[in-house]
């Protein structure tokens, strides 16, 4: 059993006066894939902007040990929390090179963050062919590369990724599926993935959670939520 | 012809100026999405600062540069202080707060330092050089002017810092999500505003000598120019700030007279706005979703 990186208690957040999550309880283990499912409007996306402190939010949120409910989104940023945003967040003015080196402009290790853009590179071929181009001129699934690249330049602990797979061609989700494979297994970063896709989530993921209306409706190891009947038939498409 | 050539050279020596003060309000506005109204005063105040250190007996040189260091201080701290609570605010209410800002720069500069015309010391020596077509101060002013562009665009294009700058500018969001204080930059980028027009405050103000109003003539013309380019474009400024100093001495000089050489500008400005408002060198980013 590896240590918590991640432990939220009671996280309630929204926009202006709506409210959108009523007290969420979850946590990501060091190093593992975590899995957030649920249907459009369930409060997915807000729950990653609630803990990058994107907008309000209260409760209790704990990084490695340490408060960051109170924290300013750079701060928090700081700690070694990347984030994959909704939309991907693309800098579209700026190359692709240029992206990648936002990514990193936290750090202070330059032999390192040399390092970094050769292996993310290798990684993405793709971005490399085009790492002199306008980014907002790369294709859907290359910026989605682009935000997830960017993202592991700061090297961080946790990782927080909002539908990578939305918009894109099945191709492409596969590509990047395949990818986020290689980076669990290579780098040192735990994963709170949140998806429509839920079969592909599930088929990454240690742990899932069930978001449903701003609640969590069903929280356990992957395969168990996986053959969950409700699930099932709700998510996966199969009969119940 | 002769004549001719020193209007055109001096339309580029005033036209350098209007570029530095059309750079410094492209550079808030891409990164705020604010019109300054107050640059100029700003400019005009920090002048005044320059002309109370060479009249207290510095150098002009040293004077020069802690004109600039104070005048990135002022900026910074009028970001701090003020612009950032309006960051949600309508844009009618920031409009009011800039003209406010102006006014309130204006009032305190007279209050300060008096309604007097001065004389602004030139730190270029008092010998005509290129044929005469050039004063030596005309000719120091472009090479200040040029030298200091040539520097925002390192800055921008190849420091760490600058390229933060730019990302904030175009995606704040995005920008705090890989950690830049985002604040951080923006005090900087109107600390630098501060900087630019100090420099172009204490290159025209030898030209058109120290007082209160000496901006306001220079503000419009360099909201022509940074029309003109396309505002949000720095190169567009910069162009946008030669050109409009040539069309302003030689339309001056040879077709309306030196009395309506201010409407030129605004004349300018409408017609861009309504003929072509992305400006001559408005660059179209192009975004693919």
């Known amino acids: 059993m590896s240590e918590t990186l991640l432990d939220v208690r009671g996280l309630e957040a929204g926009y202006g006066a709506g409210r959108v999550l009523f007290g969420i309880d979850l946590q990501v283990a060091a190093g593992s894939v975590t899995a957030l499912l649920g249907a459009n409007g369930a409060g997915k996306t807000t729950t990653l902007r609630a803990l990058c402190g994107l907008i309000r939010r209260q409760g209790r949120v704990t990084l490695a040990g340490q408060r960051i409910e109170g924290m300013a989104t750079e701060e928090i940023v700081r700690l070694g929390v990347a984030h994959v945003p909704d939309g991907r967040g693309t800098f579209t003015g700026l190359t692709t090179e240029e992206n990648l080196r936002m990514g990193a402009c936290t750090r202070r290790d330059k032999a390192g963050v040399r390092e970094d853009f050769e292996r993310f590179y290798e990684y993405f071929p793709r971005l490399k062919e085009r790492r002199q181009q306008q980014a907002g001129l790369l294709s859907g699934g290359e910026q989605q590369m682009l935000a997830i690249a960017r993202a592991l330049m700061l090297r961080p602990r946790l990782l927080l990724m909002d539908e990578p797979s939305f918009g894109l061609a099945p191709k492409v989700v596969h590509d990047i599926f395949r990818i986020m494979r290689r980076v669990r297994e290579e780098q040192k970063v735990a994963i709170l993935l949140v998806e429509q896709n839920a079969s592909l989530a599930l088929e990454l993921a240690d742990t899932a959670y069930l978001l449903e209306t701003g609640r969590i409706a069903l929280a356990g190891p992957a395969a168990s939520v996986r053959s969950n009947k409700a699930v099932r038939a709700a998510y996966l498409g199969g009969t119940a | ?289």
């Open chain 2, 1 to 289: 012809m002769n004549a001719f050539f020193a209007q055109l050279m001096a339309g580029l020596a005033t036209g350098g100026i209007y570029a530095s003060l059309a750079l410094a309000l492209v550079m808030i506005y891409r990164s705020t999405h604010h019109l300054n109204f107050a640059q100029g005063e700003m400019a005009m105040f920090s002048t005044f600062i320059a002309s109370m250190l060479i009249t207290a007996g510095w150098p002009y040189w040293a004077a020069f540069f802690a004109t600039v260091t104070i005048a990135f201080a002022m900026g910074a701290g009028i970001e701090a202080v003020l612009v950032r609570r309006l960051r949600n605010a309508p844009v009618l209410a920031i409009v009011v707060v800039f003209v406010a800002l102006l006014v309130i720069l204006h009032s305190l500069a007279g209050w300060l330092f008096g309604y007097a015309i001065r004389p602004f010391p030139s730190p270029f020596a008092e010998a005509a050089v290129a044929g005469g077509l050039l004063s030596p101060h005309q000719l120091g002013a472009i090479g200040v002017t040029l030298l200091m562009l040539a520097l925002m665009y390192v800055f921008f294009r190849y420091s760490p810092l600058g390229l933060q700058m730019r990302a904030t500018a175009e995606n704040p969001t995005s920008s705090r999500l890989v950690g830049v204080r985002v604040n951080r930059m923006l005090a900087l980028g109107w600390g630098l505003a501060g900087a630019i027009g100090a420099v172009a405050g204490m290159m025209i103000a030898p030209v058109v000598f120290l007082d209160v109003h000496m901006m306001s003539g220079v503000l419009l013309y360099a909201f022509a120019a940074a029309v003109l380019g396309g505002i949000g474009s720095a190169p567009g400024a910069v162009i946008g700030g030669f050109i409009v100093g040539v069309l302003e001495n030689l339309l001056g000089t040879y077709v309306v007279g030196a009395e309506l050489k201010l409407s030129v500008a605004l004349v300018l400005i409408i017609v861009v706005l309504v003929a072509k408002p992305s400006g001559l060198f408005g660059k179209a980013v192009v975004a693919r979703v």
